[in-house]
Nanobody, 119 residues
């Protein structure tokens, strides 16, 4: 079972940037898909970005499109989320996730990393 460990969260002022990392314990190229979700206090966990193992172009939710960039480094088994132009409404716990095989859905989750954006 692959394990995912997020890092890179923290406190940033509105308009600032952060880069989240998600290190996997096994080759990410073998996973069907990977992505990022976030959960704000009192709200549901929402999908924000994802990419399949064979996909060349990530998919983004409307809330982050144009500001966030998902990338991966297969050699380092790491998924990244570059977040620019952060706003207070981006404050949430950010979770890395993986779909280990076709049809499994996102079945593996990291522990989450807190991102707080101050106004």
């Amino acid at each position: 079972q692959v394990q995912l460990v997020e890092s890179g969260g923290g406190l940033v002022q509105a308009g600032g940037s952060l880069r989240l990392s998600c290190a996997a314990s096994s080759p990410i190229a073998s996973l069907h898909a990977m992505g990022w979700f976030r959960q704000a206090p009192g709200k549901e966990r929402d999908y924000i970005a994802g990419i399949t193992a064979t996909g060349s172009r990530p998919n983004y939710s409307d809330s982050v499109k144009g500001r966030f960039t998902l990338s991966r480094d297969n050699a380092k088994n790491t998924l990244y989320l570059q977040m620019n132009s952060l706003q207070p409404e981006d404050t949430a716990v950010y979770y890395c996730t993986a779909a280990t095989m076709l049809g499994s859905g996102f079945d593996t989750w990291g522990q989450g990393t807190q991102v707080t954006v101050s106004s």
